[in-house]
Each structure stands twice: as structure tokens, then as C-alpha cells.
């Protein structure tokens, strides 16, 4: 077994363990062989040192992985595409939360109880300064019609100011 494995990630200690307990064998390893990924950027594990072990037995073929994440979804047998409901609901996050992660358009908008600005992709939305999330249903240029989280479908039309205005209902 590995003399240092002290500062190893639980995940490299055990890899360690069972090449110590089963020498001849051959292991297949689902996992991210990334300590980085693993640890999510702890001081305490060495990556350098994990990383680089994991890397000798799987150039050595001691480990096979099976985690296919550097194919494109369509062609990974074990994963699947992210549902569009799903998709839409991280999008709507990172609108929230981490809006330079996600490119978006700055749109100002007008309702008749509120006034703000609206980040807005093609499929998501939401209110800059209260986080109120929509659904783009339907975007043009000069018409938004959105489907917010908590109320309803609303359409807004540009106006000479360019503001996205409320548009009058029946």
C-alpha cells in the first residue's frame, strides 16, 4: 500500500486499499478521477498527489473507468440529457444567483403595480431586483409574453422609450 496516503481523499485511500488486498486485479472505477472534483477544492487533500496515483493505475490499465464524461451526451451509454424542465429551472437560478455564468439580455420592463429590469435568455427570465422568475413563452422584439413562477402569463409590449410595457388585457 502507499507509504503517504495520509493526505489522499477517502476515494484514493480506498482505491489504494484494494490494489494493496488484490494485487492481480483489475478494477473498473465509476467516479471522477479528479481530486479537484472530488473535494470540491479542499486544502487539505493533496490533488497533486491523488491525482497523480489514480492516473498511474488507470495508464497502467490496473483501473478502467467507466464514467464517460468527455463524450457528448447523445453518445454516453450512461448518462442522459438534462430534461428541458430541469434545464429551465437551473437557467432560472443562475439568472437569480450567478448571472454572469449565463448569457442573457438586460430588458427594462413595466407592469402597472412595479417598474424593473428583467435579465432574460431565450426560454428563461427573471426580475433583477426581486427575484421573480418566468418562462419565455414567446419574444419577438417588439412583444415578451412570459409565464411567471407565482401568478400567470403576462405580455409586454415595447414601447417609443423602449420599455417592455404591460400590455392591456380583454
Known sequence: MQEHTHRFTTTGKAVA???????D???????????????????????SNDDRYLTMLIQSGKIIP??????PDSECRF??????????AMDKRRL?????????????????????????TNHAACRVHRHDAASVLAYDGSSLTLKWDNW??????LNAEGEYVLAPTD
Open 17 to 23: 486499499l484494494a490494489e494493496w488486498l488484490y494485487p
Open 25 to 47: 486485479a483489475q478494477f473498473y472505477y465509476l467516479g471522477d478521477s479528479s481530486a479537484a472534483i472530488r473535494t470540491g477544492g479542499s486544502t487539505w487533500h493533496t490533488h
Open 66 to 71: 467507466i464514467l464517460e464524461d468527455n463524450c
Open 79 to 88: 448518462s442522459r440529457p438534462v430534461s428541458t424542465e430541469k434545464q429551465l
Open 96 to 120: 437569480w444567483f450567478a448571472p454572469r455564468e449565463i448569457p442573457h439580455a438586460l430588458l427594462d420592463i413595466r407592469h402597472k403595480a412595479w417598474r424593473d429590469s428583467l435579465r432574460f
Open 152 to 157: 400567470g402569463v403576462e405580455t409586454f409590449n
